[in-house]
């Protein structure tokens, strides 16, 4: 199977830390140049600095994909830039964890703002360089929240489910200007934005026992799957979504 994606260059929205930071080494380490954009560039640097360090190149935007006019000037410098986009991995993501009778109008606007609205317009202005290209793969982060309920999570895990949505109508929509539109929907998986979690030997342990395989998740098994969706192996997929859960959707 050829994974070789040497020249391509792709976008990463969350880029600065878990899964985003590995994607960008991984699709590094086989050959494709990034592009990070996240609210901390100070963070996104650190991680350039690993792909440089790989032989690519690497670029750091500053961009709070809440806010349209961060999204078209995040687009306008990569048009600058690079003029061309090949791939975008939509991995920005915002969540408020408390009861759903606690819930605010504030907490409401900032999840669906970032998962919904700043994932729609960024896949929007992505098309737009891509129909022009004649071609281009977008990947949208999901989540097992979107098919599975979970308690205290109620606003994210429906923002979760309308990305799986909203990844095939795009798919559908944009295959005609041969655009890929896929999605990855994560179970647990062990990153630093969870540590505290991690931490609780109680939770953890009961977190495990509703896995299947009986482990965490960790972000080499999202950014391989990531790699495919990426590579030309993956030519005749959209419209999908690769639930990377441990079997947990299995019981």
């Known amino acids: 199977m050829n ?3 040497s020249g391509k260059v792709i ?3 969350g880029g600065s830390r878990g899964l985003g930071a590995e994607m960008a080494r ?5 050959g494709a140049d990034i592009i990070l954009a996240s609210r901390n560039k100070e963070s996104c640097e650190v991680v350039a600095n690993e792909v440089r360090q ?3 190149n690497a ?5 709070d994909v809440s806010n349209l006019s961060d999204i078209h000037n995040l687009f306008s410098i990569i048009k600058e830039e690079y003029g061309r986009l090949d791939v975008l991995v939509n991995n920005a993501g915002a969540n408020v964890t408390k009861p759903a009778l606690e819930v605010t109008e504030a907490d409401w606007d900032y999840i669906n703002d970032v998962n919904m609205k700043g994932l ?3 896949c929007q202005e992505a098309a737009k360089m891509m129909k022009e290209q004649g071609s281009g793969k977008i990947i949208n982060i999901s989540s097992v929240g979107g098919v599975k309920p979970y308690k205290r999570i109620a606003p994210y895990t429906a923002t979760k489910a309308a990305v799986i949505h909203l990844t095939k109508s795009l798919a559908a929509e944009w295959a005609r200007y041969n655009i890929h539109v896929n999605s990855i929907a994560p179970g647990l998986i062990s990153t630093e934005i969870n540590k505290s979690e991690m931490e609780n030997k ?3 342990e009961g977190a495990i ?3 299947p395989l009986r482990r965490l998740g960790n972000p080499k098994d999202i950014s391989q799957i990531a790699l495919y969706l990426v590579s030309e192996a993956s030519n005749y997929i959209t419209g999908q979504t690769f639930f990377i859960d441990g079997g947990t959707l299995s019981e």
């Open 11 to 13: 976008l990463i929205t």
């Open 54 to 56: 790989l032989g690519r």
């Open 3 to 5: 994974l070789d994606i």
């Open 209 to 211: 026992k509703a896995i």
């Open 26 to 30: 991984e699709f590094a380490a086989s």
């Open 202 to 204: 109680t939770w953890l």
């Open 59 to 63: 670029l750091t935007v500053s961009c």
């Open 120 to 122: 729609f317009f960024s």
